[in-house]
T-cell receptor, first 109, second 113 residues
Framework: SQQGEEDPQALSIQEGENATMNCSYKTSINNLQWYRQNSGRGLVHLIL?????REKHSGRLRVTLDTSKKSSSLLITASRAADTASYFC?????????FGTGTRLQVFP | SAVISQKPSRDICQRGTSLTIQCQVDSQVTMMFWYRQQPGQSLTLIATANQGSEATYESGFVIDKFPISRPNLTFSTLTVSNLSPEDSSIYLCSGRDPLYGYTFGSGTRLTVV
């Protein structure tokens, strides 16, 4: 199955800074989701944006979706050390969820 | 949303043997899926587990290596057969509920020695 591409692959920032991760995909979608995974542990669902939405907020998270460019971005504002994790986008075409390659975020205190 | 119990959480297996992973969902889900996550990598979909019929495999995955069963709407197993060190990965199951979306098991960390 074709995975989406995420960039950057890795990102290191200081606490308080913003972190932006980008996701590109190849097929038409029903929605796009973002997940967090802490050091090989379980997946945590962060946010879902539907194909007819352009922007969505949840707390310190802001997600955008551009279906014409088949791309999405996740912005984490005012980052904390606890945000250190891997972040994955996943596209849902109603039949299955396909994950992107992921971004490893390191937030230094 | 549904809660998935996945067993075992980890195992160390000998080369050439097989490991069967179980997932039990606490409510009926329309679809179940199996993923592999190789070290340092993202999740790759292995197959969609279909209730009462053969699973639908993604490109690069075959039934002989990854037989899957789903006898009812709340239970599924994945067997990883004829193990080699390259099979060392985390395996995750997922269920999809029309109302609540996707939920994931906590994963099985397999090490093949």
């Amino acid at each position: 199955s074709q995975q989406g591409e995420e960039d950057p692959q890795a990102l290191s920032i200081q606490e308080g800074e913003n972190a932006t991760m980008n996701c590109s995909y190849k097929t038409s979608i029903n929605n796009l989701q973002w997940y967090r995974q802490n050091s090989g542990r379980g997946l945590v669902h962060l946010i879902l944006i539907r194909s007819n939405e352009r922007e969505k907020h949840s707390g310190r998270l802001r997600v955008t979706l551009d279906t014409s460019k088949k791309s999405s971005s996740l912005l984490i504002t005012a980052s904390r050390a606890a945000d250190t994790a891997s972040y994955f986008c996943a596209t849902d075409d109603t039949d299955k969820l396909i994950f992107g390659t992921g971004t490893r975020l390191q937030v230094f205190p | 949303s549904a809660v998935i119990s996945q067993k075992p959480s980890r195992d160390i297996c000998q080369r050439g043997t097989s490991l069967t992973i179980q997932c039990q969902v606490d409510s009926q889900v329309t679809m179940m899926f199996w993923y592999r996550q190789q070290p340092g990598q993202s999740l790759t979909l292995i197959a969609t587990a279909n209730q009462g019929s053969e699973a639908t495999y993604e490109s690069g995955f075959v039934i002989d290596k990854f037989p899957i069963s789903r006898p009812n709407l709340t239970f599924s197993t994945l067997t990883v057969s004829n193990l080699s060190p390259e099979d060392s990965s985390i395996y995750l199951c997922s269920g999809r509920d029309p109302l609540y979306g996707y939920t994931f098991g906590s994963g099985t960390r397999l090490t093949v020695v």
